[in-house]
């Protein structure tokens, strides 16, 4: 899992200060332990990001700012997670967190077809009730799953890590072995001259010894 692709998709800090609904928070926009990315960072800008998606109200970068301030969360990626919640998925997000709190409170809730955001707007108890607690569950799974990324992600780095330096390893080896055997070589080819004045001076002693016995 790398950060690296998807933080210039972030909000800068300048975006993030220049937002009006934020501006009173510039302060600790600035501490830099917001913009950091790690393993507890990023699972609770998750979990904080997911939860204000699901609150039926506006300016959720509001409550998700606070929450990453209040928890030591990466800022930009909490509300990041907020934008899910648009205008073109506020349908889709709210109208099955509305039929549970709606079935929880018992009232009767409005058919599929005619749900609008002005009549989900005119039942906030089911729809509250609703999204906090489908918002719960989606923050809870989603803190969990990033989690569990996050470790996968050590674990396949240290693998990595440990596969070049077996590769580094058996590349010095193979370096050292090929050295080796070239200074083999070298020793080897210097030996042949030396044996062959060995030999050419036992033939001579050899040719001659039958003279001196002769004479």
Not at 206 to 211: L, N, Q
């Amino acid at each position: 899992m790398r950060f690296d692709s998807i933080k210039h998709r972030l909000p800068s800090r300048e975006d993030i200060e220049k937002n009006g609904c934020l501006k009173f928070l510039e302060e600790h926009i600035r501490d830099r332990n917001l913009w950091h990315f790690n393993r507890r960072s990023v699972p609770r800008a998750t979990a904080i990001g997911l939860f204000c998606a699901f609150l039926p109200m506006p300016f959720e970068m509001l409550p998700a700012a606070i929450g990453a301030i209040s928890f030591s969360a990466n800022l930009p990626l909490s509300l990041a997670w907020v934008w899910i919640s648009n205008p073109l998925t506020w349908i889709p997000l709210y109208t099955p967190a509305y039929l549970l709190g709606a079935k929880l409170l018992g009232v009767q809730a409005m058919p599929l077809e005619e749900i609008t955001l002005g009549l989900l707007g005119s039942q906030l108890a089911a729809l509250w009730l609703g999204c906090l607690i489908v918002g719960t569950i989606v923050s809870a799974t989603g803190f969990w799953a990033m989690r569990i990324l996050w470790r996968v992600k050590v674990i396949s780095s240290w693998k990595d890590r440990r596969r070049r330096h077996r590769l580094k390893a058996a590349l010095k080896k193979a370096k050292t072995q090929v050295v080796s055997a070239a200074k083999k070589h070298r020793v080897g080819a210097s030996r042949p001259p030396a044996q062959a004045s060995r030999q050419s001076g036992a033939s001579h002693v050899a040719s001659s010894s039958p003279t001196q016995r002769h004479e």
